[in-house]
């Protein structure tokens, strides 16, 4: 049983009658049902911004995995000494699950060392993500290829590293099209950048979303391997 840390902002679902209408017991609360699928398969624990050490103290951090992380207004507000943790945390081997708009989170953007930016259009328009690596875990169980009947649009140019697996590729019904599911290695830790989950749509409602994010946990995980040493040998 893994040890997952859901991060949330809160803000929106607190501050907007939209997004609380969709959300109301917060994103973080639809994330883990649907981690959990009917079964306690994790041990679940939350984590948002205006907790003391936005709920991301040292303790939490050296328990936790894996790291979801939902972020959209509040990037800038993220103290800079969490940010070292997460940083420091993923190195160690802590799994990063970076959902939608955390593409500009402090975190995922220290670890890609780039801008991180990309093109946005909020039109409520159909996505179709396409499987383009259809061996990969992240995607086992999945047909290939997802539709999302209403989604924000993002699309390329995305200035991140290229990943070290892509497995899914968007389309949208305006012709872009976005790196939607990028893997990467930072040290001993495991992320996945996933696209989708604007907060005004119930994106984390759709069973084969909560399919990628089970399967992304489970991929993010630690696993065991030989002992890292680093300095000078005698």
């Given at each position: 049983m893994?040890t997952v840390?859901?991060?949330?902002?809160?803000?929106?679902?607190?501050?907007?009658?939209?997004?609380?209408?969709?959300?109301?017991?917060?994103?973080?609360?639809?994330?883990?049902?649907?981690?959990?699928?009917?079964?306690?398969?994790?041990d679940?624990?939350?984590a948002?911004?205006?907790?003391?050490?936005?709920?991301l103290?040292?303790?939490?951090?050296?328990?936790?995995?894996?790291l979801?992380?939902?972020?959209?207004?509040?990037h800038?507000?993220?103290?800079?000494?969490?940010?070292?943790?997460v940083?420091?945390?993923?190195?160690e081997?802590?799994?990063?699950?970076?959902l939608?708009?955390?593409?500009?989170s402090?975190?995922?953007?220290r670890l890609?060392?780039?801008?991180?930016s990309?093109q946005?259009?909020?039109?409520?328009?159909?996505?179709?993500?396409?499987?383009?690596?259809?061996g990969h875990?992240?995607?086992?169980?999945?047909?290939?290829?997802?539709?999302?009947?209403?989604?924000?649009?993002?699309?390329?140019?995305?200035?991140?590293?290229?990943p070290?697996?892509l497995v899914?590729?968007s389309?949208f019904?305006?012709?872009?099209?976005?790196?939607?599911?990028?893997?990467?290695?930072?040290?001993s830790g495991?992320?996945?950048y996933f696209?989708?989950?604007?907060?005004?749509y119930?994106?984390?409602?759709?069973?084969?979303?909560?399919?990628?994010l089970r399967?992304?946990v489970?991929?993010?995980?630690?696993?065991?391997?030989?002992?890292?040493?680093?300095?000078?040998?005698?």
């Open positions: 893994a840390t859901i991060w949330n902002e809160f803000r929106h679902e607190r501050e907007d009658d939209d997004v609380a209408a969709v959300y109301p017991d917060g994103i973080h609360e639809t994330i883990a049902d649907g981690l959990t699928d009917g079964e306690r398969v994790h679940i624990q939350y948002t911004l205006e907790e003391p050490d936005h709920g103290t040292e303790d939490v951090l050296e328990r936790t995995d894996v979801l992380w939902w972020g959209h207004e509040a800038d507000e993220v103290a800079d000494e969490i940010v070292d943790r940083h420091r945390r993923v190195l081997g802590m799994g990063l699950i970076a939608h708009s955390a593409h500009y402090k975190p995922f953007k890609m060392g780039t801008t991180c990309l946005y259009r909020e039109a409520g328009e159909t996505e179709r993500l396409w499987v383009v690596d259809p875990p992240i995607v086992d169980g999945l047909d290939e290829s997802l539709e999302l009947p209403r989604t924000e649009m993002y699309g390329e140019p995305f200035d991140v590293p290229e070290d697996r899914f590729l389309w019904e305006g012709g872009e099209v976005f790196r939607s599911g990028c893997c990467y290695r930072r040290g495991r992320i996945f696209r989708p989950g604007h907060e005004t119930p994106i984390y409602e759709n069973e084969e979303i909560r399919r990628v399967n992304a489970a991929w993010a995980s630690p696993t065991d391997g030989s002992p890292r040493t680093f300095g000078e040998r005698e």
